[in-house]
């Protein structure tokens, strides 16, 4: 990307481009903006650019109605940001959003779609942000996907297991933006952080709008962890005891390990974080490097490929008082953070994954001490990454794991990310027999 190119609008419609041309993670994209972007520039670029890929199918289905041929890649993607920023805007806003779009056009359109930018904007403005009129041609899954722009698809396995209203609060949720929270595990002064704001949830703190630019001196600082309430669930059902020996599995970035390391540190203990070699490793060393009293290592290795003995020979425990396995997934308890992930998940992926998370659990069980404990969790709402996955591994367990307390969370009613976490403890051995 240019370094040349400042404008945070016209970087918002070459990464729309980019992303037309060839959909992909759009953190990539984001990625690539040129590093002498002054800090307002890149949040207005990330916001509209976002804004494209969170409402893609509702923007798509009202240009639609005025343009039969598909648009080349640049003029779309001058439409579609325009688009974004209209649905965004006041009525006393229109006019000017469409004549900077249109001025915007002329600089990387021909005359021809300069004229077409104008006349589309024009006519589209007032449906984009109520497509209703145009909606009644389609089912009440297609209306519901095209409103909140999902997957057709996931919408109505949502509405098959949730039932209408709970599907339509959940999309509503997925298409609002998602505050910032960070978790504060030291003592905290409202004074010292005025740009943190008090939740109801322990140790957790919202970023206050528009002081997002704070959060890298704090995180810098070590005082921080960036992460949503519900990465507190699963490590709650752990319950991290004073000097026990803890394993951290798919740790990576870390927020999971920080929340324990945080509950260790006054009782010593150990805390074991393993993950496959990459990129989040190193956010998961900055992460647990402000613990510096406490005993902790990271392990880089792949699950699937690593047995207790391998631990031993790095003259590390082979077995744990608690495991946490927090495992990849489907993300759909996540999709409003990760906007994308809704167009590159298809129905075919949550089985595979549910399949991978299997043989994951299998593996970490091998870690848990004969009175330990092992919870295992999802960022999914989806059932056949949840129960069916504990019950399946229970089943192959042979009668030798209790399901002592499982949870799921869902957006709708608890107020943060989605998805799952059950607590599994060894059945007891008497007499050689299980009891």
């Known amino acids: 990307m240019s370094e040349k190119i400042k404008d945070s609008w016209m970087l918002a419609a070459q990464l729309c ?173 409202q004074d010292e952080f005025p740009s943190l704001k008090p939740t109801s949830w322990k140790g957790f703190f919202e970023i206050a709008k528009g002081e997002g630019r704070n959060i890298g001196n704090l995180a810098k600082d070590f005082r921080i962890v960036v992460m949503d309430p519900a990465s507190a669930r699963p490590v709650d059902l752990l319950d991290v005891r004073r000097g026990e020996k803890i394993l951290d599995l798919c740790a990576a970035p870390g927020g999971k390990s920080s929340l324990i390391a945080s509950r260790l540190k006054e009782g010593g203990g150990l805390l074991v974080s393993l993950d496959r070699p990459g990129q989040r490793i190193a956010r998961l060393r900055e992460n647990l490097s402000r613990f510096e009293k406490m005993n902790w290592d990271i392990v880089e290795a792949d699950l699937l490929d690593t047995s207790p003995q391998d631990l031993a020979v790095r003259g590390l425990p082979e077995y744990y008082d608690a495991v946490l396995l927090d495992t990849p997934c489907s993300n759909t308890g996540v999709l409003r953070r990760r906007v994308d992930a809704r167009w590159r998940l298809q129905p075919a992926d949550i089985d595979s994954a549910a399949d991978r998370q299997l043989e994951l659990l299998l593996a970490a069980s091998q870690f848990v001490s004969p009175q330990g404990r092992l919870v295992y969790s999802t960022c999914s709402l989806e059932e056949e990454e949840n129960q069916a996955v504990v019950e399946k591994f229970m089943a192959l367990g042979k009668n030798r794991w209790i399901l002592e307390s499982a949870v799921t969370y869902n957006p709708w009613n608890d107020g943060h990310d989605g998805g799952g976490a059950f607590l599994l403890r060894p059945r007891h051995l008497e007499g050689g027999r299980l009891t």
């Open 17 to 189: 481009e980019a992303y037309i041309k060839r959909p992909g993670k759009t953190d990539s994209l984001l990625g690539n903006l040129p590093r002498s972007l002054p800090p307002s520039n890149r949040r207005r670029c990330q916001f509209l650019f976002l804004g494209v890929i969170r409402n893609f199918s509702r923007i798509d289905f009202v240009m639609s109605v005025f343009i039969k041929k598909n648009p080349r890649p640049r003029l779309k993607s001058i439409l579609f940001v325009a688009a974004a920023e209209l649905l965004n805007s006041e009525e006393e806003r229109v006019a000017r959003i469409i004549d900077h779009a249109v001025e915007m056009a002329k600089k990387a359109l021909t005359m021809a779609e300069v004229g077409l930018v104008n006349a589309v904007l024009r006519k589209a403005a007032p449906l984009l942000k109520d497509p209703q009129p145009l909606l009644n041609t389609v089912d009440y899954h297609q209306q519901l996907a095209i409103l909140h722009s999902h997957p057709m698809w996931l919408v109505k396995k949502w509405t098959r297991a949730f039932g209408h209203e709970k599907t339509e609060r959940l999309l509503h949720w997925n298409q609002s933006p998602a505050p910032v929270y960070v978790h504060f595990s030291g003592e905290f002064h």
